[in-house]
């Protein structure tokens, strides 16, 4: 069964720490993708990756990093933790023309008190 | 830029049939999704249609494309409990690789 696994399902984190999220997809995929999802706000896109050492930004990228070191392995990086940065992220990853859609790992709850 | 609408609520009967629509602005979509996420999940992709059909039906689900007037719907039939949801409309745009997604919409099945 093809996979997007992330490592934490929830965590607690306090303000001004670094918080590492990390993503692998077993499926040999060449891109991948992190995304915040908050109530009423839907989706948003804060980085992406169409290949190793690649990155871009997405929608809503401040006070967020990324890295892609390898082509199975996709971090988030919140430099400095605030509580604005309290939400689910989404980790997903897909073919290189994306034809056939997104596969989304379960999610990570990050609470930062 | 892209641009993709969905309702945020829909509430049916168990047995009925749930119609989940969604309109989107860029006209060179190749593929359009639609995704199911239940509660404290990640997003599962549950079907997709290229941009040159009108229509593919997957079992329960029917999905109809319109593409003059940029719709897209999801027609649920026999909507069970475990239907309810939040369903989202992607589209694959002309950035290779990156879709646009709606905002989602719940789907509250009563029994």
């Known amino acids: 069964d093809v996979k997007v696994t992330q490592s934490s399902r929830y965590l607690v984190k306090r303000t001004g720490e670094k918080v590492f999220l990390e993503c692998v997809q077993d499926?040999?995929?060449?891109?991948m993708f992190w995304y915040r999802q908050d109530p009423g706000l839907g989706l948003r896109l804060i980085y992406f990756?169409?290949?190793?050492?690649?990155?871009e930004k997405g929608d809503i990228p401040e006070g967020y990093s990324v890295s892609r070191e390898k082509k199975e392995r996709f971090s988030l990086i919140l430099e400095s933790a605030s509580t604005n940065q309290t939400s689910m992220y989404l980790c997903a990853s897909s073919r290189d023309t994306a034809n056939y859609g997104y596969t989304f790992g379960s999610g990570t709850r990050l609470t930062v008190v | 830029g892209e641009d993709v609408e969905q309702s945020l609520f829909l509430s049916v009967r168990e047995g009925d049939s749930s119609v989940i629509n969604c309109t989107y602005t860029?006209?060179?979509?190749?593929?359009l999704y639609w995704y199911k996420q239940e509660p404290g999940a990640g997003l599962q992709l549950l079907t997709y249609i290229f941009s040159n059909m009108d229509m593919k039906q997957d079992q329960r689900l029917t999905v109809l494309l319109n593409k003059k007037d940029k719709h897209l719907s999801l027609r649920i039939a026999d909507t069970q409990t475990g239907d309810s949801a939040i369903y989202f409309c992607a589209e694959k745009g002309t950035n290779a690789g990156k879709s646009t997604f709606g905002d989602g919409t719940t789907l509250t099945v009563k029994p």
């Open positions: 499926m040999d995929h060449e891109n």
């Open positions: 860029d006209s060179s979509s190749t593929y």
């Open positions: 990756s169409y290949d190793v050492k690649m990155k």
